[in-house]
């Protein structure tokens, strides 16, 4: 009886959270919202107007169709609740149309939504076993797995203020994630097959789905010292498997195959002219590299190793532009940065197969995925960041070494989101939020493993300090000097590469304590 109370108020609790958030995502419905928000109303009308076959074809407006069909299909139910609304929007030469209604619309769209990711949460709340027992609810690790989940920060701020989609596909991504822990593997499978075809940014980690697919279901047992049993391979497993996936793919990309449209889809889906970098430089290795290019060319010229005239402008002034011309060191191509992120995945695949460790080596593979495709890759956005710090919340309450790193990607993972919202209304808004969210990260984590050592060092502490100084000169000191109208990038640029710094050094530090620990008899034998 008495666990059947604690249960009740276990559900207590999540309810409170999950209804609290959603409380502050309506307070910010007014706020302000990017060309994301014209992106996706621009879909609603093309799918609603069009048949199927000009969908990845219409250009009328420059924000064209260029997620996966899935997403499409989402789009057109949502059309159809949205003609209640406004009839206005869902008309394809209405560019950048907003009235009160479609704002509200929109904005509920993807409050309703998140309900997947809130049941999501919920799922892999449950797979958190609970050895600490805690007498304080707010010690609880599911508690605080929960908040640092549904109450986080980059999410709130990349989906109700910015405008994206984001929280219904990491629902489906935790979700398959807890059916993986659950070892309901033909469902993890499915949810995650079905994910691949709403948003194609999730390839990032599709390896680490592969290689645990097949290791802990195509094989079914492994030898006493934790090897691999070869002769376990089931045929019927790598069938079901395989099942799933040409199915789910049939259902997404057949319509388009029938049609003969194929390439134009997959030509849509993976625009390889848009250049290395987005306008503004996701703070990973190529930040590191195009600053690197920009000071050698800056000295190059004090010295007179370099030739002005010869140098193309946008180069040197221009600072954050699409189409970025490495001046001294070698241009990348996207080629080069494929080769990179390939390399870079390896060794945590690698790990994943020749050291199993169950659901908790699988999070791991899975969150060097998403930062080896984050560091390395093209055209990467800054918003991707948060494709490893969301799963990374669940390993952080396991273990102290994986907190510590944890503050740290997530610290500076968010602060380099801070450019989105640029806005003055939104600078105390983003600002209190992510300290109510970073401030609660340390206190409720050091609580938890308070009978260890410190999570961070104090290199690692000064750091993540100097994030203040770095946020008062970009947003109040710069504005105020004239350098403003010369240099109006360095903010951008500043930024950018110091948060550069934290997300490699976390990315080191995470691949350092996966490839040297040591495989536990316990686990062996698991």
């Keep these: 009886q008495g666990a059947r109370a604690m249960a009740a108020g276990g559900r207590g609790w999540f309810r409170a959270l999950a209804l609290g958030v959603t409380f502050l995502k309506c307070l910010l419905i007014p706020a302000y ?64 149309y907003t009235s009160r209604a479609t704002i509200f ?14 049941y999501a949460v919920h799922e892999c709340c449950r797979c958190v076993n609970g050895k600490r027992a805690a007498k304080d609810i707010l010690e609880k690790p599911t508690f605080i797995l929960a908040v640092l989940l549904l109450w986080n920060f980059g999410l709130l701020i990349v989906d109700h203020i910015h405008f994206q989609y984001n929280g219904f596909l990491f629902g489906l991504m935790l979700l398959s994630v807890a059916r993986l822990c659950q070892k309901r593997y033909l469902e993890g499978a499915l949810l995650f097959a079905v994910l691949l075809h709403f948003k194609h940014i999730y390839m990032y980690v599709a390896p680490a789905y592969g290689i645990y697919l097949l290791r802990s279901y195509c094989f ?19 069938t079901l498997l395989g099942l799933i996936v ?4 049939a259902l997404s990309l057949g319509p388009f195959l029938v049609l003969g449209q194929l390439p134009q889809v997959i030509s849509r889906l993976f625009p390889f002219k848009r250049g290395l970098c987005h306008a503004y430089w996701a703070p990973n290795f190529w930040a590191l590299y195009n600053a690197m290019d920009k000071a050698l060319t800056i000295l190059g010229l004090k010295c007179n190793f370099l030739d002005g005239t010869k140098i193309p402008k946008a180069s040197m002034t221009g ?10 060191l070698p241009s990348v191509t996207p080629l080069a940065t494929l080769i990179c992120t390939f390399v870079a995945i390896l060794p945590s695949v690698f790990c994943l197969w020749f050291k199993p460790q169950g659901p908790r080596g699988f999070l791991q593979c899975l969150v060097l995925c998403a930062l080896s495709s984050f560091m390395f890759g093209w055209h990467v956005h ?3 960041i948060l494709l490893a710090i969301l799963p990374l919340s669940l390993l ?10 944890y503050l740290i990607l997530a610290t500076t993972g968010h602060f380099s989101l801070f450019p989105l919202l640029f806005t ?25 493993f308070r009978r260890e050592k410190p999570l961070l060092n104090w290199l690692e502490t000064i750091y993540l300090i100097q994030l203040v100084p770095l946020e008062i000169f970009c947003e109040i000191i710069f504005p105020l000097t004239p350098w403003k109208w010369h240099f109006p990038f360095v903010p951008l640029l500043l930024t950018s590469v110091y948060c550069a710094l934290g997300i490699t050094y976390a990315w080191l530090k995470l691949y350092v304590s996966v490839l040297t620990e040591r495989i536990s008899v316990r686990q062996k034998a698991e």
Excluded at 105 to 118: G, K
Excluded at 428 to 448: C, E, R
Aim: charged fraction near 15%; glycine fraction near 2%.
């Design 105 to 118: 619309f929109q904005r509920l769209s993807v409050i309703f939504t998140d309900t997947l990711f809130i």
């Design 319 to 328: 600072g954050l532009v699409q189409e970025f011309q490495h001046t001294v």
């Design 424 to 448: 003055p209304p939104e600078l105390p808004i983003k600002i209190l939020l992510m300290l109510l969210f970073t401030v609660y990260s340390f206190s409720s984590l050091k609580s938890l």
């Design 246 to 249: 040409c199915l789910v793919s």
């Design 396 to 405: 952080s309450i396991q273990r102290a070494k994986d907190a510590g790193i």
């Design 220 to 238: 079914t047992a492994n030898n006493a010292d934790g090897s691999l049993k070869w002769r376990s391979f089931s045929f019927l497993h790598v």
């Design 33 to 96: 919202y990017s060309t994301d928000f014209e992106v996706h109303r621009n879909w609603l009308a093309i799918t609603h107007n069009l048949p199927l076959s000009q969908w990845y074809y219409e250009a009328t407006s420059e924000w064209t169709l260029d997620y996966p069909p899935f997403f499409a299909w989402f789009e057109y139910a949502l059309s159809h609740i949205a003609k209640y609304f406004d009839p206005q929007m869902l008309v394809v030469e209405n560019l950048n």
């Design 382 to 384: 800054e918003k991707a």
